[in-house]
Antibody, heavy 122, light 109 residues
Framework: QLQLQESGPGLVKPSETLSLTCTVSGGSISSSSYYWGWIRQPPGKGLEWIGT???????FYSPSLKSRVTISVDTSKSQFSLKLSSVTAADTAVYYC??????????????WGQGTLVTVSS | EIVLTQSPGTLSLSPGERATLSCRAS???????LAWYQQKPGQAPRLLIYGASSRATGIPDRFSGSGSGTDFTLTISRLEPEDFAVYYCQQYGSSPPWTFGQGTKVESK
């Protein structure tokens, strides 16, 4: 059974960089059939797609966050990571990592991490 | 940029009733790329429907999806107590590559 687990600091100071890692277990991060994504959810609000990465390193970012986001992958560790710079209180959210199935008429996020709350506060 | 608008924002229904949730796209969306998710408090979203109308593994047949182009619908034929949750549509394909609707909350009347 595939599992994804987010890890990283739960508290980040304003103007600093938020860094999270998602560890994938029970399956290969290097499969050509999947993308790996970050999605966030501010308290009491809806889901916001942040960005997605392919195992080869190709990335796609939300236009609204593109200037502050970097997503990378380390296939040797079965991990992909998120960095969000110059954070403000508006970046306080539960951050999810998820797998996106791509191809063969199947296009969807099927496996999600449990989510990790990151609070931006001094 | 494709924007997904879900309506209504909140749906107040009783168990056993039918729920009809709408997801409208600002531009045409390929049906294959349209999915629906259910999210309960404190939980990650769960895939319900993909390809606009295909149920994911283990999803009861009271959930159904339909639509094409810019108008998509999620229907819950008879609400069970565990169906009260927030539902999101999501598309893949056009700039930006991935977007979510703002969600519809189905609450118990």
């Amino acid at each position: 059974q595939l599992q994804l687990q987010e890890s990283g600091p739960g508290l980040v100071k304003p103007s600093e960089t938020l860094s999270l890692t998602c560890t994938v277990s029970g399956g290969s991060i290097s499969s050509s059939s999947y993308y790996w994504g970050w999605i966030r959810q501010p308290p009491g609000k809806g889901l916001e797609w942040i960005g997605t990465i392919y195992y080869s390193g190709s990335t796609f970012y939300s236009p609204s966050l593109k200037s502050r986001v970097t997503i990378s992958v380390d296939t040797s560790k079965s991990q992909f990571s998120l960095k969000l710079s110059s954070v403000t209180a508006a970046d306080t959210a539960v951050y999810y990592c998820a797998r996106y199935c791509y191809g063969s008429w199947q296009y969807y996020f099927d496996y999600w991490g449990q989510g990790t709350l990151v609070t931006v506060s001094s | 940029e494709i924007v997904l608008t879900q309506s209504p924002g909140t749906l107040s229904l009783s168990p056993g009733e039918r729920a009809t949730l709408s997801c409208r796209a600002s531009q045409s969306v390929t049906s294959s790329y349209l999915a629906w998710y259910q999210q309960k408090p404190g939980q990650a979203p769960r895939l319900l429907i993909y390809g606009a109308s295909s149920r994911a593994t283990g999803i009861p047949d009271r959930f159904s999806g339909s639509g094409s182009g810019t108008d998509f619908t999620l229907t819950i034929s008879r609400l069970e107590p565990e169906d009260f949750a927030v539902y999101y549509c999501q598309q893949y394909g056009s700039s930006p590559p991935w977007t979510f609707g703002q969600g519809t909350k189905v609450e118990s009347k």
